[in-house]
């Protein structure tokens, strides 16, 4: 099993960009397609962005798309999600996850997670 460590969270200005980074160990990260899932206080985790093992297939939830970029190294075990434009809705807790095979919209297909990391954007 992939183990999942999130990075680069904080507090930032509406408008501004963070990037998320997260480090992945385990034998089976390059065969996994990964993605970025997030939690905003009193609602259901939501879909943010996935990409394929390859990394030439990339997903993005309507309410990132254009705004967020998703990418991965798998020679150093990385997953990043570059985030610009950002605004008050996309506080949240956001988390890694990784699965077998194809990349899904799917929230519950993702049965590996990271522990979260938490982005605040002030408006």
């Known amino acids: 099993q992939v183990q999942l460590v999130e990075s680069g969270g904080g507090l930032v200005q509406a408008g501004g960009s963070l990037r998320l980074s997260c480090a992945a160990s385990?034998?089976?990260?390059?065969?996994?397609?990964m993605g970025w899932l997030r939690q905003a206080p009193g609602k259901e985790r939501e879909f943010v962005a996935a990409i394929s093992w390859s990394g030439f297939s990339t997903y993005y939830a309507d309410s990132v798309k254009g705004r967020f970029t998703i990418s991965r190294d798998n020679a150093k075990n990385m997953v990043t999600l570059r985030m610009n434009s950002l605004n008050a809705e996309d506080t949240a807790v956001y988390y890694c996850?990784?699965?077998?095979?194809?990349?899904?919209?799917?929230?519950?297909?993702?049965?590996?997670r990271g522990q979260g990391t938490q982005v605040t954007v002030s408006s």
């Open positions: 996850a990784a699965k077998s095979g194809a990349p899904s919209y799917n929230i519950d297909d993702y049965n590996n």
């Open positions: 385990g034998r089976t990260f390059k065969l996994s397609a």
